[in-house]
């Protein structure tokens, strides 16, 4: 069984800065590439990161320059530091890992829960 857990959203400030972790466990083989997605209300999923297990990484237009992923492979946990944070980066916040896992190494994509990232004055 994998589990994929979010933590470090909440309510900042626009111009403020927030770091979230996503750390994947379980019977973990492993990872091939691990991503941050977010989704506002109203609006559809996107990719808002992505990093993989070489430390190739690609970033949505709109925050690059901004925000920087990073991953530690020894602790199967990525990072999304986000700065000079907007109103529009609003939104829930969801961790992707794509692994092999189990007996059989079976490959499959693995989502956490989500975190709330709010940027409000």
């Known amino acids: 069984q994998v589990q994929v857990v979010e933590s470090g959203g909440g309510l900042v400030q626009p111009g403020g800065s927030l770091r979230l972790s996503c750390a994947a466990s379980g019977n973990i083989l492993s990872i091939y590439a691990m991503g941050w997605f977010r989704q506002a209300p109203g609006k559809q999923r996107e990719l808002v990161a992505r990093?993989?297990?070489?430390?190739?990484?690609n970033y949505a237009d709109s925050v690059k320059g901004r925000f920087t992923i990073s991953r530690s492979n020894a602790k199967n946990t990525v990072y999304l530091q986000m700065n000079s944070l907007k109103p529009e980066d609003t939104a829930v916040y969801s961790c992707?890992?794509?692994?092999?896992?189990?007996?059989?190494?079976?490959?499959?994509?693995?989502w956490g829960q989500g975190t709330q990232v709010t940027v409000s004055s």
């Open positions: 990093i993989t297990s070489g430390g190739s990484t």
């Open positions: 992707n890992a794509d692994l092999t896992s189990g007996t059989y190494a079976a490959r499959g994509n693995y």
